[in-house]
């Protein structure tokens, strides 16, 4: 009984290191589209485990670029903002409560070799707190890369 008792204990020990390394990213309709993986590098996945955006620190900047090399946009204080300033997704909803369970996550792909020359980004905007009319996984969408 006291090894059972360890084994979930231990389980569940590892799931909260888990997702305390993962910060889920919400769409407009508050649903669950991507999240952001902070194991060894800061990196993007789709839910279905497609690896397709990757931070960038530049000063006090936080900018998105996809694995195809393009510049993306920028995550500031939980959301993610594109070249317009306008919203894209969010981490956190503040006026929303959740008491939904997050559907399972896909298997993570394997994380492409980020490009060597990135461009340089745009002079950041002012932020909205607008939407955008890109839905946040066409957004990240644009990040893949081609083959």
């Given at each position: 009984?006291?090894?059972?008792?360890?084994?979930?204990?231990?389980?569940?020990?590892?799931?909260?290191?888990?997702?305390?390394?993962?910060?889920?990213?919400?769409?407009?309709?508050?649903?669950?589209?991507?999240?952001?993986?902070?194991?060894?590098?800061?990196?993007?996945?789709?839910?279905?485990?497609?690896?397709?955006?990757?931070?960038?620190?530049?000063?006090?900047?936080?900018?998105?670029?996809?694995?195809?090399?393009?510049?993306?946009?920028?995550?500031?204080?939980?959301?993610?903002?594109?070249?317009?300033?306008?919203?894209?997704?969010?981490?956190?909803?503040?006026?929303?409560?959740?008491?939904?369970?997050?559907?399972?996550?896909g298997i993570q792909g394997i994380?492409?070799?980020?490009?060597?020359?990135?461009?340089?980004?745009?002079?950041?905007?002012?932020?909205?707190?607008?939407?955008?009319?890109?839905?946040?996984?066409?957004f990240l969408s644009f990040g893949?890369?081609?083959?």
């Amino acid at each position: 009984m006291k090894t059972k008792t360890i084994t979930i204990l231990l389980f569940l020990f590892s799931f909260i290191q888990l997702s305390a390394q993962q910060i889920t990213l919400y769409n407009k309709q508050d649903k669950p589209v991507a999240y952001i993986d902070y194991d060894e590098e800061v990196t993007i996945f789709l839910w279905n485990g497609t690896p397709v955006a990757f931070l960038e620190e530049d000063g006090d900047d936080n900018l998105i670029y996809g694995f195809n090399g393009k510049f993306m946009g920028w995550y500031e204080e939980g959301a993610i903002y594109d070249e317009k300033g306008n919203v894209v997704g969010v981490q956190d909803r503040e006026d929303k409560i959740r008491v939904k369970i997050e559907p399972i996550k896909g298997i993570q792909g394997i994380t492409p070799i980020r490009p060597i020359s990135l461009k340089f980004a745009p002079m950041k905007p002012i932020w909205s707190r607008y939407w955008s009319s890109t839905p946040l996984v066409d957004f990240l969408s644009f990040g893949k890369r081609r083959f």
